[in-house]
């Protein structure tokens, strides 16, 4: 545990994704903003004694301590809620159900595999309530409160702490392979509006969910991440400027993701490239031939 303020830690998991950072209020209150670190760091802050449980976002590796956490009160974004309320939902909301559409080669079962998940059933996470934007909740000598951050989500949310100027970033992650806005209310634009609302707020210190680091004077980094954004923009266009090309035919050329480690990371890159097309189509300057295509303008 890294202790960023009085009263609040990061909470490191000693295992990466599919598992998160998580952020510990030891208050009044006792709190924590996610639950994805590994059981065996769980287990250590007695989660049994967690009061509430706040979450930046619906996601698996975000959530996937829910249980230990028995008498907490649980909270997420409201938009994020649906997505917890049914395996179908969750599969809806995670694009899961057009897998077979964009991985013809291979099966979800082994997709899921691939990326070390537990059965389905386990994806499926009861939250008790929701809030909204600008929501704040008191935990003793501790304030939070919720700045909404579509883009990654439609519900994903941040976590600031006024007093200590410190802002919990969630899956706006800073990590080499972020933005990630792959799911079916994932957008883009939302998540260039995330960035720079933190960047507007400009709090002293931030931390993410997936960088096992602390960062002040942070808005050089948020800029960057941001422009990785429209860099992959360019990559598309620039692409279709050469040749036509289906969803596959791009993936295959790897314009999100230098490496494809695993048919995860392949799902992904098409469900990313899918945003960008609509981004660009929306701009104008990419357009669907006949024999479904992507040209550049
Ligand atoms: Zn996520
Ligand atoms: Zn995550």
């Known amino acids: 545990m890294f202790k960023i303020a009085e009263n609040i830690y990061l909470v490191k998991s000693k295992l990466g994704f599919t598992y998160c950072n998580c952020i510990l209020v030891e208050d009044k209150v006792r709190a924590i903003i996610d639950t994805g670190a590994d059981y065996e760091t769980l ?6 004694t967690i009061d509430l449980v706040l979450y930046t976002h619906h996601h698996y590796d975000h959530t996937r301590g829910h249980k230990l956490f028995h008498h907490a009160h649980s909270l997420i974004h409201k938009a994020d809620y649906p997505a917890t309320l049914s395996l179908e939902a969750y ?11 964009l991985m013809p080669n291979v099966t979800r079962e082994e997709g899921i595999m ?24 008191n935990l003793g000598d501790t304030e939070v409160q919720v700045i909404h951050t579509p883009g990654h989500s439609a519900g994903h949310s941040a976590f600031y702490f006024p007093k200590e100027d410190f802002l919990f970033t969630g899956d706006i992650c800073l990590t080499a392979a972020g933005p990630w ?16 609302k933190i960047i507007e707020l400009n709090p002293r210190i931030i931390a993410s969910c997936h960088v096992n680091e602390v960062f002040e004077d942070s808005s050089a980094k948020l800029e960057e991440f941001k422009n990785r954004i429209y860099k992959r ?12 090309a289906d969803i596959h035919k791009m993936a295959d050329n790897k314009l999100i993701y230098k490496f494809h ?14 945003k960008h097309i609509e981004r660009l189509e929306k701009m104008g300057v990419v357009a669907k031939t006949d024999k479904n295509l992507y040209i550049a303008k």
Do not use: Q
């Open 114 to 137: 691939a990326l070390n998940i537990l059965p389905s059933e386990e994806l499926l996470c009861p939250i008790d309530n929701i809030f909204i934007d600008k929501d704040v909740f």
């Open 91 to 101: 599969e809806k909301y995670n694009s899961i159900d057009i897998w077979d559409d």
């Open 43 to 48: 287990l250590k802050i007695n989660p049994e």
């Open 181 to 196: 806005y792959g799911e079916l209310l994932s957008d883009p634009d939302d998540m260039i509006n995330s960035i720079n």
């Open 233 to 244: 923009d360019e990559r598309i266009y620039n692409f279709l400027k050469n040749e036509p």
């Open 261 to 274: 480690p695993s048919p995860f990371v392949v799902f992904w890159e098409k469900l990313m490239l899918i």
